[in-house]
Nanobody, 120 residues
Framework: QVQLVESGGGLVQPGGSLRLSCAAS????????MGWHRQAPGKQRELVAT???????VYADSVKGRFTISRDNVNNTAYLQMNSLKPGDTAVYYC??????????????WGQGTQVTVSS
C-alpha cells in the first residue's frame, strides 16, 4: 500500500508565498516522478510542475519563475515553493507520483488535495 500525504495549503494574500509538501509512504521501491497538479472551480485539472528522480523539472508556463519544485529522495518527499502568488493560483493542489512498489508493480498515485486560496 502506497500513500501520498500533502500539507501546507491555506489562505494567502496576493504576492505572498506558500510551501506545499507531499510525503510518500508504504511499500515503495522507487519513485520516478513526483509532481503537482491543480484544479480550480469549473476548470480541468492542470499540471503545475513535475520532477523526476534525476532532478529534472517541468513547469507550466503560468508558474515559471514563481514556483519551484524540489524533492528529498531519502525521505520520499516533494516540495512546491510558491512565490508571488496570484488570485489565479487559487485551486485545490494535488500531489502526484509514479511509483514502483516492492512487488515491482508501477502505478500512479494521487494525494487527497490541499486548498490554496490567494485573496486579499
Amino acid at each position: 500500500q502506497v500513500q501520498l500525504v500533502e500539507s501546507g495549503g491555506g489562505l494567502v494574500q496576493p504576492g505572498g508565498s506558500l510551501r506545499l509538501s507531499c510525503a510518500a509512504s508504504g511499500s515503495i521501491f522507487s519513485i520516478y516522478i513526483m509532481g503537482w497538479h491543480r484544479q480550480a472551480p469549473g476548470k480541468q485539472r492542470e499540471l503545475v510542475a513535475t520532477i523526476n528522480s534525476g532532478g529534472s523539472t517541468v513547469y507550466a508556463d503560468s508558474v515559471k519563475g514563481r514556483f519551484t519544485i524540489s524533492r528529498d529522495n531519502v525521505n520520499n518527499t516533494a516540495y512546491l515553493q510558491m512565490n508571488s502568488l496570484k488570485p489565479g493560483d487559487t485551486a485545490v493542489y494535488y500531489c502526484y507520483a509514479w511509483i514502483v512498489d516492492r512487488q515491482g508493480v508501477s502505478n500512479d498515485y494521487w494525494g487527497q488535495g490541499t486548498q490554496v486560496t490567494v485573496s486579499s
